[in-house]
């Protein structure tokens, strides 16, 4: 896979305080970002911007083997560990307060092809806790001329 990147990650996003449904909604984010593999880990980096806010939130995804960890430093800071049949705790600081999460992983697939990477994260997510939801994070990372083509709708031997 190439050095940039195109990364699609879908999961759930919890209702804010003004929705009374308390039901999560679905959310998904397209980025540009940097691939690198080394030392048998896939390494994703890439900015995330909060609406309202001037500065970026620097993420670093590791991948391996049964184990995610994603680091954000910036609006938001967390090291969140996702490891297979370990539950992980950690402080998860935003803008608008703290919260400790518990992250008890229960699968984690990966599947790479040429110039595409996939993983998909099954878990439950405690906060402060208490359970909240049983969640699914799905990874999507394609180098940025396999996504070029697919979009012009070229196919890609």
């Known amino acids: 896979m190439t050095k940039d990147v195109l990364l699609k990650i879908s999961g759930l996003q919890f209702s804010s305080d003004n929705d009374d449904s308390g039901e999560p909604e679905p959310v998904e984010i397209i980025t540009p970002g940097e691939y690198y593999f080394k030392n048998g880990k896939h390494y994703i980096l890439y900015d995330e911007f909060l609406e309202g806010f001037s500065s970026v939130t620097k993420n670093v995804l590791k991948l391996k ?31 608008f307060g703290s919260m400790l999460m518990g992250i008890d992983a229960r699968s984690i697939t990966i599947d790479e092809s040429n110039g595409e990477l996939n993983a998909q994260i099954e878990y439950a997510l405690d906060v402060n806790y208490e359970h909240l939801a049983d969640c699914t994070i799905q990874l999507q990372v394609k180098s940025k001329e396999l996504s070029k083509e697919l979009l012009r709708g070229n196919p890609v031997d």
């Open 65 to 95: 083997e049964d184990c995610l960890e994603i680091t954000k430093r910036g609006n938001s800071n967390a090291h969140m560990v996702f490891e297979k049949d370990k539950k992980n705790m950690t402080c998860y600081t935003t803008p």
